[in-house]
């Protein structure tokens, strides 16, 4: 499957604790993007990374939140002491380098905070 | 920022019928897609139009690009229980560097069999 993979599809987290979410882009991908779902809402921007920078992180919260593309392995978006608020269905995207336009999704990963 | 309109919310219908559905925004955009949610599950593009007055087609669905660049719509013909899901539009401006999607609410699209 040559497609956007995502790990884990649900995580559970207790109130302060870290949650982190995997995104392995398309083969052939070298940009990727997070957005947030919330239930019942369209998809929202969070961040957009290229391997090892961030290009735009205009949707990410300024704390606790943070996103990384090493140039080895998948893209991690880290939610460090998560709150309630922060459930949601968070989905990873990547596209290729002449058409970022078009961005393919993955299955997204379900977090809950209890 | 940026805003899209997406309507209707919902619609039953029969299968068979045709089906319309649209997204209206504040400012332009130079891209337009459709995207099809089914549940838990991630968007899968259906649709990408890149030029103002594009009629694109991809199956039973049509979209187009509207002149203005503020509008896009899709139909989908003769529907089937398997094109039951949510379908969000998304639009894209390259203007000042931006590589985001905005997207629209989403419409809840059932087909009664």
């Known amino acids: 499957n040559a497609g956007v993979m995502q790990n884990p599809r649900h995580l559970v987290r207790r109130r302060g604790q870290e949650a982190r979410l995997r995104c392995s882009p398309m083969?052939?991908?070298?940009?990727v993007y997070w957005y947030r779902q919330l239930p019942e809402e369209g998809l929202k921007f969070m961040v957009y990374l290229q391997k090892e920078n961030i290009i735009d992180e205009s949707g990410m919260p300024k704390e606790r939140f943070s996103a990384e593309f090493p140039k080895e392995g998948p893209s991690i978006l880290r939610i460090q002491q998560v709150v309630r608020g922060d459930s949601a269905a968070y989905f990873c995207?990547?596209?290729?380098?002449?058409?970022?336009?078009?961005?393919?999704f993955g299955p997204g990963t379900r977090l809950t905070v209890l | 920022g940026q805003q899209l309109n997406q309507s209707p919310q919902s619609m039953f219908i029969q299968e068979g019928e045709d089906v319309s559905m649209n997204c209206t925004s504040s400012?332009?955009?130079?891209?337009w897609l459709w995207y099809k949610q089914d549940p838990g599950e991630g968007p899968v593009l259906l649709i990408a139009?890149?030029?103002?007055?594009e009629l694109t087609s991809n199956g039973r669905l049509t979209a187009q690009f509207g002149i203005t660049r503020k509008d896009s719509f899709l139909n989908i013909s003769a529907s089937i229980p398997s094109d039951v899901g949510i379908y969000f539009c998304a639009g894209h401006y390259s203007g000042a560097g931006s590589y985001q999607l905005t997207f629209g609410k989403g419409t809840k699209l059932s087909v009664i069999p």
């Open positions: 083969k052939g991908h070298s940009h």
């Open positions: 139009l890149y030029k103002a007055g």
């Open positions: 995207a990547s596209s290729n380098n002449w058409n970022y336009n078009e961005q393919f």
């Open positions: 400012s332009i955009f130079n891209t």
